[in-house]
């Protein structure tokens, strides 16, 4: 979709001239239509000037939430640093997601943009997924690994010896002798 609507907007601009009528909804004349021509800008033009280049390249306008830049074009919104990276460096690789090497969101520029994985940029992020895909021992410093692992529903990890340690405690509670029953 992206990538047509910047193609869309590429040709247009090269080819200096406005949408055609019957697309904008509007009417008015060649002379309103030549004062259009003269306003319209270039993709490029209309994106970078939103955009404040320090070593970071600073998005001013709309941002979401969780601080990432919002460009729309036409009637879709789309990440500003995505934008940035399509128009600097090119596609986007399919099944990547842009990863921000300088950890601040509202970032665009592209040398700050690092095409990975689905999986590294959460392994990277500061997500409570990522927190525990990083931790390599257990609160108590058994590892995370070899059959001490249990690995559970959903990417969740749980350490054995733990595991065994709280139920022969619970079971010694109880007066029970504990047998393991898997
Ligand atoms: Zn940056
Ligand atoms: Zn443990």
Redesign the pocket.
């Known amino acids: 979709m992206l990538k047509n609507s910047l193609a869309l907007e590429e040709r247009l601009s090269r080819e200096k001239r406005p949408l055609p009528v019957e697309e904008t909804g509007l009417s008015g004349g060649v002379r309103n239509i030549k004062k259009r021509m003269r306003r319209r800008k270039s993709l490029h033009d209309r994106f970078f000037e939103k955009v404040k280049k320090e070593?970071?390249?600073l998005w001013t306008a709309k941002k979401e939430k969780a601080g990432y830049g919002r460009f729309s074009i036409r009637d879709h919104e789309f990440a500003a640093h995505r934008v940035s990276y399509q128009l600097l460096k090119g596609d986007i690789p399919d099944g990547f997601t842009l990863d921000?090497?300088?950890k601040?969101p509202s970032?665009v520029?592209p040398d700050?943009l690092e095409p990975v994985t689905m999986q590294i940029n959460l392994l990277r992020g500061n997500t409570f997924q990522a927190r525990n895909a990083s931790k390599t021992h257990c609160p108590r410093g058994h590892p995370y690994n070899g059959d001490n692992l249990l690995k559970q529903k959903y990417g969740g990890r749980e350490c054995r010896a733990c595991r065994l340690a709280a139920r022969i405690a619970k079971s010694q509670k109880r007066g029970q002798e504990w047998t393991e029953t898997e």
């Open positions: 070593n970071c390249w921000h090497t300088c601040n970032c520029n700050h």
